[in-house]
């Protein structure tokens, strides 16, 4: 495995679900983040970690809760969903969160799609 | 609250010509930019970044900084088919975070 791997790429969930993300990054990078996409929107950034440590949060409501258990990997767990959270979920990760020049450079993720009904 | 104003298109470009894509960005603390590249269906995936006002190039492609401005632009010389998707521009904030724009559509015509 190389890059960036997200699974599931397609989640179809109720509102009363629970479920979660997956993110892992072979890249030895240090900064990893969770971005949501929706059609026609610029990127939004939902959370942001460095060295496993949340750095950002970009008020987020709680219903999106993220978890990074070393700097590999990272987790979006999801509950009580409403349907405009549908959206393509992205994940990426750069060298460094906070830093000048191409160390911040981001590589994505191919994203997961998620509908909630 | 900063923003990044793209065209959204779609702009379309016949192949072979220069496709030229326009973006303006408000933080004037904004010390580096970013073009991506997003086919449809996949992930942004990063074309080149610039930092110092004037034209940098790698390949056919060209990015163009002017900060006094406000204005950072990205062409494509010897379009092709294969350019076709939305591209994004992200300038990095003081606080070192990527602030997106929407995108342009861009459609490269045989």
Redesign the interface.
């Known amino acids: 495995e190389t890059g960036v791997t997200q699974t599931p790429r397609h989640l179809v969930m109720g509102m009363t679900n629970k479920k979660s993300l997956k993110c892992e990054q072979h890249l030895g990078h240090n900064a990893m983040y969770w971005y949501k996409q929706s059609a ?4 939004e ?1 939902m959370f ?1 970690y460095s060295l496993e440590e949340r750095v ?1 949060n970009n008020s987020v409501p709680s219903r999106f809760s993220p978890e990074c258990p070393n700097s590999s990997h990272l987790f979006l767990h999801l509950h009580t969903l409403q349907p405009e959270d549908s959206a393509l979920y ?1 994940c990426a990760s750069s060298q460094e ?6 160390a ?8 997961s799609r998620l509908t909630v009904l | 609250q900063k923003e990044v104003e793209q065209n959204s298109g779609p702009l379309s470009v016949p192949e072979g010509a220069i496709a030229s894509l326009n973006c303006t960005y408000s933080d004037r603390g904004s010390q580096s930019f970013f073009w991506y590249r997003q086919y449809s269906g996949k992930s942004p995936e990063l074309i080149m970044f610039i930092y110092s006002n004037g034209d940098k190039e790698d390949g056919r492609f060209t990015a163009q900084l002017n900060k006094a401005s406000q204005y950072v632009s990205l062409l494509i010389r010897d379009s092709q088919p294969s350019d076709s998707a939305t591209y994004l521009c992200a300038p990095r904030d003081s606080n070192y975070q990527l602030i997106w724009g929407a995108g342009t559509k861009l459609i490269i015509k045989p």
């Open positions: 026609k929107k610029p990127l950034l942001v950002e992205l969160a906070g830093a000048i020049s191409g911040n450079v981001l590589t994505f993720g191919a994203g």
